[in-house]
Protein backbone atom coordinates (compact mmCIF):
# COMPACT_ATOMS: atom_id res chain seq x y z
CA UNK A 1 0.00 0.00 0.00
CA UNK A 2 1.09 3.40 -1.00
CA UNK A 3 0.29 6.31 1.11
CA UNK A 4 1.42 10.18 -0.17
CA UNK A 5 -0.10 13.56 1.25
CA UNK A 6 0.14 15.73 -1.43
CA UNK A 7 0.62 19.60 0.07
CA UNK A 8 1.79 23.00 -0.01
CA UNK A 9 4.36 24.65 1.21
CA UNK A 10 3.64 25.79 4.90
CA UNK A 11 0.58 23.99 5.34
CA UNK A 12 -1.38 24.42 8.02
CA UNK A 13 -3.15 21.56 8.34
CA UNK A 14 -0.10 19.14 7.50
CA UNK A 15 1.06 18.30 11.13
CA UNK A 16 -3.19 17.02 11.85
CA UNK A 17 -2.89 14.96 9.20
CA UNK A 18 0.60 13.14 9.41
CA UNK A 19 -0.40 12.31 13.17
CA UNK A 20 -4.02 11.05 12.07
CA UNK A 21 -2.23 8.76 9.64
CA UNK A 22 0.55 7.44 12.35
CA UNK A 23 -2.05 7.19 14.66
CA UNK A 24 -4.33 5.09 12.34
CA UNK A 25 -1.41 3.21 10.70
CA UNK A 26 -0.64 1.80 14.48
CA UNK A 27 -4.32 1.03 15.36
CA UNK A 28 -4.19 -1.08 11.88
CA UNK A 29 -1.22 -2.87 12.10
CA UNK A 30 0.45 -0.99 9.31
CA UNK A 31 3.02 0.73 10.96
CA UNK A 32 5.65 -0.60 8.43
CA UNK A 33 3.88 1.59 5.97
CA UNK A 34 5.71 4.51 5.14
CA UNK A 35 3.80 7.82 4.41
CA UNK A 36 5.36 10.01 1.45
CA UNK A 37 5.31 13.95 1.77
CA UNK A 38 5.08 15.54 -1.46
CA UNK A 39 5.15 19.30 -1.89
CA UNK A 40 3.66 20.78 -4.79
CA UNK A 41 5.27 23.66 -5.22
CA UNK A 42 3.79 25.55 -8.62
CA UNK A 43 0.66 24.79 -11.28
CA UNK A 44 2.38 22.66 -13.08
CA UNK A 45 3.46 20.17 -10.09
CA UNK A 46 -0.55 20.39 -8.99
CA UNK A 47 -1.42 19.04 -12.42
CA UNK A 48 1.20 16.44 -12.45
CA UNK A 49 -0.47 14.84 -8.95
CA UNK A 50 -4.08 14.31 -8.24
CA UNK A 51 -4.10 17.58 -6.22
CA UNK A 52 -7.39 18.68 -4.60
CA UNK A 53 -5.62 21.12 -2.41
CA UNK A 54 -3.44 20.84 0.74
CA UNK A 55 -3.47 18.54 2.27
CA UNK A 56 -4.59 15.82 -0.18
CA UNK A 57 -4.21 11.86 0.94
CA UNK A 58 -3.91 9.87 -1.72
CA UNK A 59 -4.10 5.70 -0.93
CA UNK A 60 -2.40 3.80 -3.69
CA UNK A 61 -3.11 6.83 -6.29
CA UNK A 62 -6.66 7.51 -5.29
CA UNK A 63 -7.94 10.55 -3.25
CA UNK A 64 -8.90 8.76 0.49
CA UNK A 65 -11.74 11.72 0.42
CA UNK A 66 -13.18 11.64 -3.05
CA UNK A 67 -15.50 13.92 -4.50
CA UNK A 68 -13.41 17.18 -4.51
CA UNK A 69 -12.02 18.16 -7.92
CA UNK A 70 -8.46 18.39 -8.99
CA UNK A 71 -6.97 21.89 -8.41
CA UNK A 72 -3.43 23.67 -9.96
CA UNK A 73 -4.78 25.96 -7.34
CA UNK A 74 -1.53 26.52 -4.35
CA UNK A 75 -4.35 26.69 -1.65
CA UNK A 76 -6.11 24.74 1.34
CA UNK A 77 -8.59 21.84 1.01
CA UNK A 78 -11.79 22.29 2.77
CA UNK A 79 -13.14 19.16 4.22
CA UNK A 80 -16.92 18.35 4.95
CA UNK A 81 -17.82 15.65 7.16
CA UNK A 82 -21.33 15.80 8.08
CA UNK A 83 -21.77 19.61 8.98
CA UNK A 84 -18.36 20.06 10.21
CA UNK A 85 -15.71 21.49 7.82
CA UNK A 86 -11.98 21.28 8.63
CA UNK A 87 -8.90 21.52 7.24
CA UNK A 88 -8.17 17.99 7.34
CA UNK A 89 -9.70 14.73 6.40
CA UNK A 90 -11.46 12.86 9.51
CA UNK A 91 -9.63 9.99 10.72
CA UNK A 92 -12.50 7.57 9.84
CA UNK A 93 -12.13 8.87 6.20
CA UNK A 94 -8.72 7.99 5.79
CA UNK A 95 -9.76 4.68 7.78
CA UNK A 96 -12.41 3.68 5.27
CA UNK A 97 -10.27 4.60 2.44
CA UNK A 98 -7.40 2.17 3.95
CA UNK A 99 -9.62 -0.32 4.53
CA UNK A 100 -11.29 -0.29 0.92
CA UNK A 101 -7.95 -0.36 -0.16
CA UNK A 102 -7.29 -3.80 1.70
CA UNK A 103 -10.23 -5.07 1.08
CA UNK A 104 -9.50 -4.44 -3.27
CA UNK A 105 -6.20 -5.94 -2.47
CA UNK A 106 -7.52 -8.82 -0.90
CA UNK A 107 -10.53 -9.72 -3.74
CA UNK A 108 -6.96 -9.66 -6.25
Known amino acids: MQIEVLHIDECPNLE????????????L??????????????PAEAA????????TVLIDGLDAVPGTEQTT??????????QKIAGSPSKDSIRK????????????
Open 97 to 108: AIQGSLRTRISE
Open 29 to 42: KLGHIVVTLTLISS
Open 16 to 27: DTKSSLAELLAE
Open 73 to 82: NLACRIYRDG
Open 48 to 55: KHRFAGSP
